[in-house]
């Protein structure tokens, strides 16, 4: 079966780390990309096979945004008062989002009338991990007249993905505690 160039690509980018382009390509990108501020917007998506999968276009209305964020668990500072190392509450602290929701989130704020498509992963260092989000104004009129956004349209939102994935979440959190309450009132009604 022939296979096309988002294959390739994926399996350029799946082994990224271990291949000639990480050494070649991937470090001049990152010494580029550390002087950069934190939030910028690009030209065309690093990752093109990446960002067609989340729904990604060449039209107006669409962009995409690279964000910088520092790796590494979230330590707190040292308590000034008495206490014993282990209850410093200093190490082992993370944070309970993943890194590419905080970046989801930052690029969100900082293009507040954009829905955020989706995020993946473009590179790392020492000290940062890049991630490049894509994101799209529901008011474009490219926008509006294009069907595969018409689930977008109409429903722009102040707190946008961010509020519909936290409703997702309680959903499934109440459909859970829903079947337990059932399995609880049938294995007592199966007792009795």
Do not use: C
């Amino acid at each position: 079966m022939a296979r096309g160039l988002y294959h390739y690509l994926a399996e350029a980018w799946a082994g990224a780390r271990s291949s000639w382009i990480w050494d070649v390509i991937m470090k001049q990108r990152l010494i580029e990309w550390r002087r950069e501020p934190s939030i910028v917007r690009v030209e065309k998506p690093t990752r093109i096979n990446k960002a067609r999968q989340y729904g990604y276009k060449a039209k107006q209305g669409i962009i995409v945004v690279r964000v910088r964020l520092r790796r590494g668990p979230f330590n707190r500072r040292r308590p000034n008062s008495g206490r014993r190392p282990k209850r410093m509450g200093v190490y082992g602290i993370t944070t309970s989002k993943s890194l590419q929701l905080i970046a989801e989130e930052r690029a969100a704020r900082k293009y507040p009338n954009m829905e955020v498509l989706g995020s993946y992963w473009v590179g790392e260092d020492g000290t940062y991990v890049w991630y490049e989000v894509i994101l799209v104004d529901p008011s474009h009129p490219a926008i509006r007249s294009d069907s595969d956004f018409a689930w977008l349209v109409g429903k722009e939102d102040k707190e946008g993905r961010r509020r519909r994935r936290l409703r997702e979440r309680q959903r499934k959190l109440i459909e859970r505690l829903r079947k337990k309450a059932e399995q609880s009132q049938q294995s007592q009604s199966q007792q009795s």
